[in-house]
């Protein structure tokens, strides 16, 4: 059975930093990419970073040069260490293949504000 348990969010000032981390369950981590998705409120869920399971990278441009996804195929892990932090990068993460194709968790809030 497919899971994703995405942990790690909080409060952090403007420019500060934090390391999300998702746990995926099941085979579909060793199958395809997989994204970290954000979603602030009234606005639709988006991709910001991708990682293949060749390690080509895709990022949104809005995050590109302060964000990475780091990926663990030992541990079925993948992270996203976000640093420069912008009050706009407030909002829900999620963590998923790339496309999405297994259920949504719960996500990790991350607040950005001084």
Do not use: H
Not at 40 to 56: C, I, M, Y
Request: charged share 20%.
């Amino acid at each position: 059975q497919v899971q994703f348990v995405e942990s790690g969010g909080g409060l952090v000032q403007p420019g500060g930093s934090l390391r999300l981390s998702c746990a995926v369950s099941g085979r579909i981590f060793s199958l395809y990419a997989m994204g970290w998705y954000r979603q602030a409120p009234g606005k639709q869920r988006e991709l910001v970073a991708s990682k293949s399971r060749g390690g080509s990278t895709n990022y949104a441009d809005s995050v590109k040069g302060r964000f990475a996804i780091p990926r663990d195929g030992a541990k079925n892990t993948v992270d996203l260490q976000m640093n420069s932090l912008k009050p706009e990068d407030a909002a829900v993460y999620y963590c998923n293949t790339d496309p999405p194709q297994g259920p949504w968790g719960q996500g990790t809030q991350v607040t950005v504000s001084s």
